[in-house]
């Protein structure tokens, strides 16, 4: 296969399949950006209000995650330290991981939220073996000038690339879907955050009553609901081993 294992890593192992997912409110119960807003930030109703703003009037998510984020103040590590006792792992998703690994499926983490909260989270809820090999692709933190990003109001976000998303999806997994001898390729999403990524994959999951849902419903996007990644293992299974095909599993809401 061209490109190379090195530029596409997922193809290391030259793999049946590739497993692309969200973090927040995907591997995880809770959205720890949600959660750090809803908690420490500006609240519930501002974060719902600009999240309808993104999904219905055209509002760059970026723009609506920056000033999310520029609501939280408190230091970094705290930042770190509540999360990890609030956010909870999605029950089947260790299980499937190991699957994963077991039949060389690599998961490929695709996240708008911040690789140190992720990398935290997976080590804390995993365990640092699976989550070492797991690889992320994500935004990241940074100081504010002339601050630390463990001092009030000391962090902000740096952003992956220059999209009105801040991290654009589709960028990392098109490369993949380019190739003439490709792996079958999934993707699990929740959220608006996941809109660059919903039309580029052979199958996609999302989450049931969650925006995508939504968005892939309106825009008339292939999907197939999931509830939690026992939903998601069960049609992954079937379609590696050959039961079932990307286009019979993408049956919308179940």
């Known amino acids: 296969m061209s490109p190379s294992a090195h530029s596409l890593p997922a193809l290391r192992t030259k793999p049946k399949a590739i497993f692309f997912t969200d973090f927040d409110g995907t591997i995880t119960l809770q959205d720890s950006n949600d959660w750090m807003t809803d908690n420490l930030g500006f609240g519930v109703e501002l974060r719902r209000h600009g999240n309808k703003q993104v999904l219905h009037e055209g509002r760059p998510f970026r723009d609506a995650f920056q000033e999310m984020l520029d609501s939280v103040t408190k230091p970094f590590d705290q930042c770190i330290e509540l999360l990890l006792q609030n956010v909870q792992l999605d029950p089947a998703f260790k299980e499937f991981a190991s699957w994963c690994r077991a039949n060389n499926v690599p998961i490929v983490v695709l996240s708008g939220g911040m690789q140190p ?16 090999v797991m690889q992320i692709v994500s935004n990241d933190v940074k100081a504010r000038p002339g601050k630390s990003i463990n001092e009030e109001n000391g962090w902000d976000i740096e952003y992956h690339d220059d999209s009105s998303f801040g991290h654009d999806k589709s960028l990392e997994i098109r490369p993949y879907a380019a190739l003439p001898d490709r792996p079958i390729m999934f993707y699990a999403g929740d959220g608006v955050s996941d809109l660059s990524a919903a039309k580029e994959t052979d199958l996609l999951f999302a989450k049931a009553g969650r925006d995508l849902v939504t968005y892939c419903e309106v825009e008339r996007v292939p999907f197939t609901v999931f509830h939690d990644f026992s939903d998601i293992h069960k049609v992954v299974a079937a379609v590696v081993d050959g039961k079932t095909t990307v286009q019979q599993a993408a049956t919308g809401k179940n």
Do not use: N, T
């Open 117 to 132: 909260v992720i990398r935290a989270l997976l080590a804390h809820l995993l365990g640092e073996e699976e989550a070492a």
